[in-house]
């Protein structure tokens, strides 16, 4: 069973900035589509950002366009997301995910997760 893993979550103060990571053991991610979303406490999850297989980034978030960014590096066999200038309000648990084919749809697999808190 592939496992994925998140990290680089913490807690950081309103302004500052994070660098998520999702690595994967068994299987390049470079075959898949790799989305983030997140979910806070009491709150639907939502979807963040995605990078497909021909490398093609979306942020979702209005709220997230031009503070984030998503990107692989395949020899790492790794996704990060780049998150810059956080609000209270970014503050949640962030995941991984694999898609087989584009960004929407069903994913495969799912990390479980790296806590974010934005907080002063």
């Known amino acids: 069973q592939p496992q994925l893993v998140e990290s680089g979550g913490g807690l950081v103060q309103p302004g500052g900035s994070l660098r998520l990571s999702c690595a994967a053991s068994?299987?390049?991610?470079?075959?898949?589509?790799v989305g983030w979303f997140r979910q806070a406490p009491g709150k639907e999850r939502e979807k963040v950002s995605c990078i497909s297989k021909s490398d093609i980034t979306t942020i979702y978030p209005d709220s997230a366009k031009g503070r984030f960014a998503i990107s692989r590096d395949n020899a790492k066999n790794t996704v990060y997301l780049e998150m810059s200038s956080l609000k209270p309000e970014d503050t949640a648990v962030y995941y991984c995910?694999?898609?087989?084919?584009?960004?929407?749809?069903?994913?495969?697999?799912r990390g479980q997760g790296t806590q974010v808190t934005v907080s002063s």
């Open positions: 068994e299987i390049p991610l470079n075959y898949y589509s």
């Open positions: 995910v694999l898609y087989p084919g584009v960004c929407d749809g069903l994913f495969e697999y």
